[in-house]
């Protein structure tokens, strides 16, 4: 295990890195070091928290959303049989339930990879962007226990 603790006291395994940093400006599944990042968390039911650290998020024209999923599938291709474990959504207030724009911070979702009667052997981030969007937005994350 490669931990490290980040600047926030959080000690974060990178070995469970979903996403490194870089502005997302269309609808993608999260990357680190330039390539598509999942997760093996072997056959065993895992519970446990994304860690979403969101450093910017556009929100100039008032329609934007970004949705963060965790998506599980028995595959790593994700190709066939993905489904939603988690979500996050930011953006502009009008577009999400509340009254407050969410462009900043650190985000603790709960998630297991349980879905039903399967669990998911691969899970990885996918970020739905909608919206009108000049830079996106800029966000790190990892599984976390």
């Known amino acids: 295990m490669a931990t490290k603790v980040d600047g926030r006291g959080a000690t974060i395994d990178t070995l469970l890195q979903l996403k490194d940093a870089g502005l997302v400006a269309a609808s993608a599944a999260a990357q680190v070091s330039g390539s598509d990042q999942v997760l093996d968390l072997g056959d065993g039911e895992i519970e446990g928290h994304i860690l979403i650290d969101i ?42 339930v509340g009254t407050a724009d969410i462009t900043t911070g650190r985000f603790k979702i709960p998630f297991s990879n349980r879905h039903g009667d399967r669990t998911c052997q691969y899970v990885r981030l996918y970020t739905t962007v909608a919206g009108t969007i000049a830079t996106g937005i800029n966000y790190v994350a990892y599984l976390a226990a």
Request: aromatic fraction near 8%; hydrophobic fraction near 40%.
């Open 55 to 96: 450093s910017a998020a556009e929100v100039d024209t008032g329609d934007e959303l970004y949705t963060i999923t965790l998506q599980g599938d028995d595959a790593n291709t994700f190709a066939t049989d993905a489904v939603e474990l988690a979500s996050f959504k930011a953006g502009d207030a009008t577009q999400l």
